[in-house]
């Protein structure tokens, strides 16, 4: 599985918008990027994926590089529920279900 | 529609014994894949079942096991336990195998003493 590089920590305040980076510049062709979150004491959630182009959806919107080499996982409006951990993962033809979590970047919100 | 539920939610077992864990996907839903979490390993993926067939694996000891039932109801076995096997068992249900959103349950915490 193609690699995902994300930072370790962020920290935003609530109700300012956030920005949480992920670089995988060895990502292949068919490779969707999908994000997931896991707040503190509970399994993770699904929160977005794409390919290309870039996708919004309730929760938060998706901006993918034009070389997708790189993605931003975008937060409107942060409020401190969406404090958690965020993984960006790929996933592609031959991983199927199998998602490969990294270490994620633990967000904190201020109030 | 309710989510996936996991039973027990914690469970204390001793070195050597053996546990199972269950897990009920979303209505509708034929995808179950198992993860193991751990402070120091993260999230790691044990396998998937799809149609009660075991469609992909992770890097998991043979003492590690699932089934799946024809209502997708998922179980995970685990055998001769030791105390490393102490982690956050986690299921997801998927309406399908492959390229699809998962839906996690709340985890089954396992402690081996």
């Known amino acids: 599985d193609a690699k995902t590089t994300q930072p370790n920590s962020m920290e935003s305040n609530e109700e300012e918008p956030v920005h949480l980076p992920c670089n995988h510049s060895?990502?292949?062709?068919?490779?969707?990027i999908h994000w997931y979150r896991q707040l503190p004491s509970q399994g993770p959630e699904y929160v977005i994926h794409g390919l290309t182009s870039n996708v919004n959806n309730r929760m938060a919107s998706l901006a993918i590089a034009e070389d997708r080499k790189s993605s931003t996982l975008i937060l409107h409006r942060a409020t401190l529920r969406d404090a958690a951990v965020y993984y960006c993962?790929?996933?592609?033809?031959?991983?199927?279900?199998?998602?490969?979590f990294g270490e994620g970047t633990q967000l904190t919100v201020n109030p | 529609k309710a989510g996936v539920t996991q039973t027990p939610r914690y469970l204390i077992k001793t070195r050597g014994q053996q546990v199972t864990l269950s897990c009920s996907p979303i209505s509708g839903h034929r995808s179950v894949s198992w993860y193991q979490q751990t402070p120091g390993q993260g999230l790691q993926f044990l396998f998937e079942y799809f149609s009660e067939t075991q469609r992909n694996k992770g890097n998991f000891p043979g003492r590690f096991s699932g089934r799946q039932f024809s209502n997708s109801r998922s179980e995970m076995n685990v055998s001769t336990l030791e105390l490393g096997d102490s982690a956050l068992y986690l299921c997801?249900?998927?309406?399908?195998?492959?390229?699809?959103?998962?839906?996690f349950g709340p985890g089954t915490r396992l402690t081996v003493t």
């Open positions: 993962i790929l996933s592609g033809e031959t991983s199927g279900s199998r998602l490969t």
């Open positions: 060895t990502i292949s062709g068919t490779d969707y």
């Open positions: 997801a249900s998927s309406p399908r195998t492959g390229l699809y959103e998962q839906y």
